[in-house]
């Protein structure tokens, strides 16, 4: 049997980790292509861009508490926006993202001991699609006319990114435990954003935005 080569092999089981997310919030495929492709290529030029003009000592924590929260939440909303503006244009943009941002770190990591790759892993497996998809779900909300959402959306990424650092910078047992309570904490919001009458109407999948003029209309 011939061993697939590490790129192909990381994103082939940063995707796989995907599927319960695919299943339980049954993302638009247009939607998850979009954040795979588009929306994770232009967060990586940004990120890279941004990352290359600062020094080496602040470039990591810059990026990822203040650059990265917006560039990859601005992106993913324009692609759930033009894909439907609807639950499962923000779960696409959201998991499709995650998918590739995962496979990334993936490969970073392919010739590190096995016990950190495992780790890394289980992690992100099982907390990225999910961060994504719910500050999508929040950021799509202002699609319909809610203003907040957008900033949420960044503003949860940021705080998540925030503990990440903690986790890799300052103290892994205290980051484990900040990043165990945001995922219980992430959780809950998506839970909310699906599960209230209010926002259950305003990302129907009845909804569809407008290719051309932007509009956002029931088609249901």
């Known amino acids: 049997?011939?061993?697939?080569?590490?790129?192909?092999?990381?994103f082939l089981l940063a995707f796989a980790?995907?599927?319960?997310?695919?299943?339980?919030?049954?993302?638009?495929?247009?939607?998850?292509?979009?954040?795979?492709?588009?929306?994770?290529?232009?967060?990586?030029?940004?990120?890279?861009?941004?990352?290359?003009?600062?020094?080496?000592?602040?470039?990591?924590?810059?990026?990822?508490?203040?650059?990265?929260?917006v560039a990859e939440e601005l992106l993913k909303f324009g692609a759930s926006g033009a894909t439907g503006a609807n639950y499962s244009s923000a779960a696409g943009a959201g998991i499709g993202f995650a998918a590739?941002?995962?496979?990334?770190?993936?490969?970073?990591?392919?010739?590190?001991?096995?016990?950190?790759?495992?780790?890394?892993?289980?992690?992100?497996g099982a907390t990225d699609p999910l961060l994504h998809a719910t500050a999508c779900t929040l950021s799509t909300q202002t699609w319909h006319g809610t203003p907040w959402g957008l900033p949420a959306?960044?503003?949860?990424?940021?705080?998540?990114?925030?503990?990440?650092?903690?986790?890799?910078?300052?103290d892994p047992?205290?980051?484990?435990v900040l990043l165990a309570?945001?995922?219980?904490?992430?959780?809950g919001v998506l839970l909310l954003l699906r599960k209230s009458p209010d926002v259950s109407w305003e990302l129907s999948n009845d909804w569809r935005m407008h290719p051309w003029t932007g509009t956002v209309y029931e088609v249901g």
């Open 1 to 10: 049997m011939i061993d697939l080569i590490p790129p192909l092999e990381a």
């Open 17 to 69: 980790l995907t599927a319960p997310f695919v299943a339980w919030l049954r993302p638009r495929p247009l939607a998850f292509a979009t954040g795979a492709t588009l929306v994770a290529l232009g967060a990586l030029v940004i990120e890279a861009v941004v990352g290359s003009a600062l020094t080496p000592v602040s470039a990591d924590t810059v990026v990822l508490v203040f650059i990265a929260p």
């Open 100 to 124: 590739t941002e995962n496979a990334v770190y993936f490969l970073a990591a392919w010739n590190e001991p096995v016990s950190y790759l495992v780790a890394l892993v289980a992690i992100r």
């Open 153 to 170: 959306a960044i503003a949860l990424h940021a705080s998540w990114n925030a503990a990440t650092l903690v986790y890799v910078l300052l």
């Open 173 to 176: 047992t205290a980051g484990l």
């Open 181 to 187: 309570a945001a995922g219980i904490a992430v959780l």
